[in-house]
Structures are given as C-alpha cells and as structure tokens.
C-alpha cells in the first residue's frame, strides 16, 4: 500500500529537492517529542550565525528518548533512504531545533555541502526537517529553494559550508526561497544538495522542529553517535538502530571494530581486542 506513495515522494524529491508527509507523527508521538524536548530546551543556546544565535538546539535526540527511535525507523522515511543511498547508510545528525522570536534567517547552505565533492552530484545524505510547532513564513519555517539540489558549482557559488558568504548572494537566493509550512506533526524530506535556511522568526513565539539525517555509508556521519549515544542507552536499542549509529559493516570492511563487528562492542563483557592481545603478548599500551 506504501509503494506508490513512496513513487510519488521519490520522484518528488527527484525533480524539486524535496517532498512533504503532512501527517508525519501522531497526536500522541508529537506530545511524547514536546515532553521531551521542553526538558531539554534551555540546554544550548546557539553559538554563532549557522547555529543562530537566538535558537537553542538539542543534539543527539536518538539518544534522549524512545520515541526517537521509533521516528528514525519510520518506515516511510526508510523506504525513501533505500531509494536514495546504498544499504548500511547511516543516520547522520538527530536534532531540535527552536527559533526564538526575533531571531534573523540563518545562512543559506545544503547540509552535505561539508562533503566536497563539486556539485551537480547525487545526494550524499537525505534529511528530514520536522514540525513540532506549525511552521509558518512568519514564524521561520524553513526557507528552501525548489530545484537548487541539481545547482552546479556556479550556482552555488554564494554558499560555504557554513552558509552564503555575500549579502548580494543572500538576496539571491532569498528571491527563489519558499517559506515551508508545515502543521504540528508534519515533516519534509529534503536532498542533502537542497539549498535552504531556517527562516527568521518574525512573530511573538518561538517555532520548535527537529531534523534526522542520513548518510550514505561512506560518509563520516556529522555526530560522533559512538561517544554522543551512551553506552547503556546502545544496548537498549533495536538491532537496526545501532547499525544506523555505525555499529555495523558497510562490506566488505567499513566499519570494522580491529577486524571484528563493532556491535560486539555493545556486548556486556566486550574487552577491547587492542589491550586484549597486549595483555596475550605482555606488552603495554601504548609503547
Ligand atoms: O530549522 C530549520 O528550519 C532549518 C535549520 C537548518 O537547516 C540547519 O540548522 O542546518
């Protein structure tokens, strides 16, 4: 029943950079997701212009409550990953977002932009932005520029890694962005390529979502989730979520663990392999 909703996302996401699940998460799953997040907000207030220095993040969400895991595993935001990145891809960011009023745009980018390869290229991650707060022009849903995830380096040529560079480019871009307005629940998939931003928050109150991101499993995931992910909470989690954290191969041998599986690491009585055969062959570590 799945398969041609999935089709029509896919092609989508194929001919404009992205593609809407307006009923994304249930009334009760967004309730658990508000609960959580209100704990966590105050945490971290953003630290420059990219993170925004009015919004407050919550990194590494996967870790904090079950019901991310069940939002990274949906299974409509999987069977739109397997279409566009090889088996063992991975997750790549997990995280809040919560642009307070008054806060400006932050700078246009593509969130795999850090991978630098010369665009056009295919995706390198696919990411999901989702709306805990309605998303409004006003209230700074996210501004994205249909299309510009097959822009050519000379297209791109305003942005950075961390953003556009110019206010010339700015102005550009912002004449071909469209505000994203989502219901609470709501969620976009998005190319990696897609040029956007987060909006600036013109109205009396902030407007709160969250993104996970995918990457193919080659790439370096953004978030160290082996150091962010506890290793009790690790244990805790289905076998398929770990693999998305990188305990797990991407054949033949991405990922190995000194020629083992990394999930064995998870195991209670897991001895480091390294200090293992030290101990066997008596030598200290390190020489
Ligand atoms: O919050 C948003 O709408 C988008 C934020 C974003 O693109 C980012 O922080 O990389």
Not at 69 to 96: G, H, K, M
Request: glycine share 8%.
């Amino acid at each position: 029943m799945m398969q041609p909703e999935t089709e029509r996302r896919c092609a989508e996401i194929t001919r404009q950079g992205y593609t809407v699940i307006e009923n994304f998460l249930e009334a009760d799953v967004l309730a658990e997701v508000r609960r959580v997040l209100t704990r966590y907000l105050g945490s971290h207030a953003g630290r420059n212009g990219f993170e925004g220095l009015n919004t407050e993040r919550v990194y590494t969400l996967v870790a904090r409550a079950r019901v991310f895991w069940d939002i990274v595993l949906d299974a409509r935001i999987r069977a739109l990953c397997e279409r566009f990145l090889l088996p063992n891809y991975l997750l790549t960011a997990s995280q809040a977002i919560q642009i307070n009023p008054g806060e400006d745009a932050q700078p246009f980018h593509s969130d795999d932009s850090f991978h630098s390869i010369p665009h056009p290229r295919p995706m390198i991650s696919l990411s999901t932005i989702v709306a805990v707060d309605a998303f409004t022009a006003e209230n700074g849903g996210t501004n994205l520029i249909p299309g510009s995830h097959v822009w050519d380096e000379a297209a791109r040529r305003g942005l950075s890694p961390f953003g556009d560079t110019t206010e010339i480019a700015r102005y550009n871009y912002a004449g071909q962005a469209i505000a994203l307005e989502l219901p609470p629940g709501g969620c976009a998939v998005f190319s990696g390529t897609l040029v956007h931003r987060g909006g600036a928050n013109a109205s009396p109150h902030p407007r709160l979502g969250f993104s996970n991101q995918y990457c193919q499993p080659w790439a370096r995931p953004q978030e160290n989730f082996f150091l962010g992910v506890p290793v009790e909470v690790a244990r805790q989690m289905p076998p398929e979520l770990i693999a998305l954290l990188g305990y797990s191969i991407h054949p033949p041998f991405i990922g190995q663990l000194t020629a083992s599986h990394p999930a064995k690491a998870l195991a209670p009585d897991y001895q480091n392999r390294v200090a293992l055969q030290a101990r066997m062959v008596g030598a200290d570590l390190p020489e």
